[in-house]
């Protein structure tokens, strides 16, 4: 059984740095068997893929926001992180945590294709 939780500031003023954390129970994040990734939804869109982390430290990153994102893993705690840098209020959504076991034809951008969601985090930009 996998689960997971978002945790962090539920609002953030423009130009700071976003940070979350994700809390997994069950696997553990050296496990070669997952992939770790972070979603948002913003209000009348889809789930936007942010970017992900492998068991080996590897990131991945939607080219559209890599310059302002960062994902790490803290193994000893079993959890991993989101950074998004430079928020504007286009940045507020409910952010969430994910994770997809290892399997064929894997779209690692696809909400589809993930198992495990955290319940979400609603993250506002606004001073």
């Known amino acids: 059984q996998v689960r997971l939780q978002e945790s962090g500031p539920g609002l953030v003023k423009p130009s700071q740095t976003l940070s979350l954390t994700c809390t997994v129970s069950?696997?553990?994040?050296?496990?070669?068997?997952?992939?770790w990734s972070w979603f948002r939804q913003a209000p009348g869109k889809g789930r936007e893929w942010l970017g992900t982390?492998?068991?080996?430290?590897?990131?991945a990153y939607s080219p559209s926001l890599k310059r302002r994102t960062f994902i790490s893993s803290d193994t000893s705690k079993n959890q991993f992180s989101l950074q998004l840098s430079s928020v504007t209020p286009d940045d507020t959504a409910v952010y969430f945590c994910?994770?997809?076991?290892?399997?064929?034809?894997?779209?690692?951008?696809?909400?589809?294709?993930?198992?495990?969601w955290g319940q979400g985090t609603q993250v506002t930009v606004s001073s």
């Open positions: 994910a994770s997809a076991t290892v399997k064929a034809f894997f779209t690692i951008s696809d909400p589809a294709h993930y198992d495990y």
């Open positions: 069950g696997p553990s994040l050296t496990s070669s068997s997952f992939y």
């Open positions: 982390t492998r068991h080996e430290g590897s990131t």
